[in-house]
């Protein structure tokens, strides 16, 4: 297993279109919900306006300025999941969001990814000067959950979201 986190550039446009287009089949037949947010906030068919809007340069309406990463399967050329990472906390990613937001699109999942995609995650945490990450995930995504613990993640508490969702809410204190 070969991967590593990519910054999303033209090379990877057709790789891109094909997550995408597994993970909204996915979630139409399965209901899942669509983590991280940032990759699914915009229609990737208009490649350049995607990829000159995937990230937030500047805090403005309530978000804050983020990163997202693609998880590369380098043997496969496979793009197996996204990270969203917020470079700091408003107060609503403090109560529910946290710094990041991720995603194995479905064929993938259950193999071990998300785990190794927040650890080199974390790698770019410390980049930014983000000593200690809150990730929160709902209490029924014990996948999520293990991932996190895995890297470190301690349970402060759970939270009822805006949307009526229990949510678990762990700290990651980086080294």
Not at 21 to 36: F, G, I, L, V, Y
Not at 118 to 145: F, H, P, Q, Y
Request: proline letters at 2%.
């Amino acid at each position: 297993m070969n991967l590593k986190l990519i910054k999303l550039s033209k090379r990877y446009e057709k790789q891109l279109g094909e997550m995408i287009d597994e993970w909204k089949m996915d979630q139409e037949r399965n209901h899942t919900n669509h983590s991280p947010w940032a990759i699914f906030k915009n229609d990737y068919h208009d490649f350049d306006y995607y990829l000159e809007h995937l990230e937030v340069k500047e805090a403005a309406e309530g978000k804050v300025p983020d990163s997202v990463f693609f998880l590369l399967d380098t043997e496969r050329d496979r793009l197996l999941g996204a990270i969203n990472i917020r470079h700091y906390l408003n107060e609503y990613l403090l109560k529910e969001g946290g710094h990041i937001g991720d995603g194995i699109r479905p064929g993938e999942r259950r193999k071990g990814y998300a785990t190794e995609m927040i650890r080199l995650a974390l790698i770019e945490c410390r980049k930014l000067g983000i000593n200690k990450v809150l990730i929160t995930c709902d209490r029924d995504n014990i996948g999520s959950a293990r991932s996190i613990v895995k890297n470190g993640g301690i349970l402060e508490n759970e939270i009822m979201s805006s949307d009526g969702v229990i949510k678990q809410r762990y700290w990651i204190t980086l080294r």
